[in-house]
Structure formats: structure tokens, C-alpha cells
């Protein structure tokens, strides 16, 4: 890709994990160090903080969702916290008082359904939060009832538009009925990592996965799955080469983050992957690699939450400005960075003093 990334300074040395704009247009991310908030200019983060009861119960944020009432819910080592951006103040749920540092309890993904209940996947099984009354529901895989959650490993849930409610877990997708709490059918998908999914506004229901070619399409009419791949050749299935988070931008481009080749946009209409990379001599390349979470704001900007290198974002509109400057090793580029002086000459050629 040719268009220029640009890096956000405070978040560098950050993992981030999430990422949510709220009702006043900040930005937030949630990385290990605690939820950090971006109002264009400078940072203020939040976390736990001794003696004060309204502070994040933890600091490792692995989750941010954004309510229909603007609240934010945030996941933080093996808590929940309901954040109102207003007073940032925090109320806290409790699942395991005993063992809330036990991995199990760590929450990974957060939706929301039309009834505004709380869907909280984690790796010990799923839990339904009602926000109005606090009440906490589990499910688990038994193994003596085949229509349990095939595995208490989930990765994600949530609700796509016809109103089916979809589990994805260790062992594959759940079609998952709220009423019942039982599962109505099994897709066995068992791939060695995360499994999550994604529907466009094309009512395409993508399945994601960050090993081997990391992409499918999931026919719910017919049970049928059609696996995409943006590699040359077809990875090992045990290898970090798929994708790590999806979404949809307003033009309906997908822009897929992966492990190892960067940011990709898929162009459906001509049926192509543009890539997006990291290129050391090439400023307004993607600092690393490695992208974990997408999310598209309201200015149409794409921010990409890196694992190691903090964030990045990339305009989807034309720039206003196109910038000429000093690249390390092309000859046609200028031979300074640092410009002195123009001068357009009769011929209307530009002189460049460096």
C-alpha cells in the first residue's frame, strides 16, 4: 500500500489489545498498562490505583466495549468494569472473588445483544451479564450433554443480524439458544488458536482465525464453508500466519490484521488483497508487523493496535498534502530532508535548495 500510516507518540513501547471512540469523539485503547484515553493531542491513563475504590479494578486491559448507552465495559485481568467516561469513575463485577487472578476467569471479548445483555466469552466457559439487576449466568461444556458448548475454551459470542446467536470456541462454531442455553447445532472448526467472526454489511458471515490461511465464509443457510487465502502458498496449519481482528470500513472495504504480514484491505469488487507492511527505509510504513485489534472512527481513519509498537493509523481519505522528502536509498528522492528554499524557474520547473 502506498498510502502514508502514521504512528501516535505515548503508546510505543504498548500492547494494544482494544480499541473504542466514545459519545465525545476521545479514543481509547486498552493495552497492559492500564486504559489509556487520546484526545488528539495527549494520553490520560487510567488504572487500578490503592485506596481508591472507583479506580479499574486491574491494569492488564484485554477488552473495551462501547454500550448502547455509551458506558464503557472494560475487561482487565480477570474483572469487569462498567466505565462511565463522564465522571471517570469505574463499577465493578465480580465473578470469582476466590480466584480472580486465575486465567481461566480472564475475559477476552465482550458483545452486546438487542436486549442489552452482556455476552462475556472466556476461556472458562461463557457468561450472560444482565447490567440492569447484576445477574450473572454461566454456561460450560458438559460432557454428558452433547447440546452443552462444545468446549468451555470460548473465544468469542454474539449476535448477527437475523438475531442467531453464535458461539466460537476451542472446538469450533456454536449456533447457541439464548432461551434454552443449549447448543442447536456444531460446526467443528478445531483450529489451534483463536476462532472468531465477523458479518459485513453484505451479510457475509466471516469466520477468523489467526493460524493457517486464517480466513473463511460460513453459508448459515446451508452449512457450508468456503475458506479464502492472501498467501502464495498454503501455510502449515500450526503457523501465526491468519488473521488477528476484522473489520468493515464505510466505503465496505475489509481490512484484515494479521501476525506476521501486516495490515491487508480486500478488495471484493476486484477480488484482491492490498498489503500494508513494515519497511524500515520507508517513512509512513507500519512500525511492526504484527496487528491485533482494527477499529474505523468517524473521521474514517483506520487505527491499528500493534502488539509491541503501540498504535497506528492510516487516513482512507486523500491527503491534503503530499509530501516530498529525503528516502535512504532511492536517487530519485531528494537529497535532504531539511528544504531551505523553492524557486520556479520561466519553464515552470521547481528548484529545491537542501
Not at 460460513?218 to 476484522?246: I, K, N, W
Request: hydrophobic share 30%; charged share 25%; aromatic share 12%.
Amino acid at each position: 500500500g502506498s498510502k502514508l500510516i502514521s504512528t501516535v507518540e505515548g503508546l510505543s513501547q504498548s500492547k494494544v489489545t482494544s480499541i473504542v471512540q466514545d459519545d465525545q469523539g476521545f479514543i481509547w485503547f486498552g493495552t497492559q498498562y492500564g486504559l489509556n484515553r487520546y484526545d488528539g493531542y495527549k494520553f490520560k491513563l487510567f488504572k487500578h490505583e490503592p485506596g481508591r475504590p472507583d479506580s479499574l479494578s486491574g491494569v492488564y486491559v484485554t477488552y473495551i466495549l462501547k454500550d448502547r448507552n455509551g458506558q464503557l465495559w472494560v475487561a482487565n485481568d480477570g474483572f469487569l468494569d462498567r466505565f462511565d467516561p463522564m465522571t471517570e469513575t469505574c463499577t465493578h463485577y465480580f465473578f470469582d472473588s476466590k480466584k480472580p487472578h486465575d486465567p481461566g476467569n480472564r475475559i477476552v471479548r465482550i458483545s452486546q445483544d438487542r436486549n442489552g445483555l452482556l455476552w462475556l466469552a472466556t476461556l472458562n466457559g461463557l457468561r450472560r451479564l444482565d447490567p440492569a439487576s447484576g445477574k450473572i449466568t454461566e454456561y460450560r461444556h458438559d460432557p454428558r450433554d452433547p447440546t452443552s458448548l462444545s468446549s468451555s475454551s470460548v473465544f468469542f459470542s454474539g449476535e448477527d443480524r437475523r438475531g442467531t446467536f453464535w458461539v466460537t470456541t476451542q472446538e469450533g462454531l456454536d449456533r447457541f439458544d439464548r432461551d434454552t442455553g443449549k447448543v442447536t447445532l456444531h460446526v467443528p472448526l478445531s483450529e489451534p488458536t483463536t476462532l472468531t467472526f465477523y458479518e459485513d454489511s453484505r451479510g457475509v458471515f466471516w469466520l477468523v482465525h489467526s493460524t493457517g490461511t486464517g480466513l473463511a465464509v460460513f453459508d448459515r443457510d446451508t452449512a457450508r464453508l468456503t475458506r479464502y487465502s492472501f498467501h502464495e502458498r498454503e501455510p502449515e496449519r500450526t503457523t501465526q500466519s491468519g488473521v488477528l481482528a476484522m473489520i468493515e470500513d464505510k466505503a465496505g472495504n475489509l481490512w484484515l490484521g494479521t501476525p506476521s504480514d501486516g495490515l491487508l484491505k480486500f478488495e471484493r469488487d476486484h477480488n484482491r488483497f492490498v498489503r500494508y507492511r513494515n519497511h524500515p527505509s520507508k517513512p509512513g510504513s507500519l512500525v511492526d508487523n504484527h496487528v491485533i485489534a482494527l477499529f474505523e472512527d468517524r473521521e474514517s481513519n483506520i487505527w491499528l493496535g500493534l502488539q509491541e509498537m503501540g498504535v497506528n493509523y492510516l487516513s482512507t481519505r486523500k491527503p491534503l498534502f503530499e509530501r516530498f522528502m529525503h528516502e535512504p536509498g532511492n536517487p530519485n528522492s531528494l537529497d535532504r530532508t531539511l528544504v531551505g528554499a523553492i524557486y520556479e524557474d520561466r519553464e515552470g520547473i521547481l528548484w529545491v535548495g537542501t
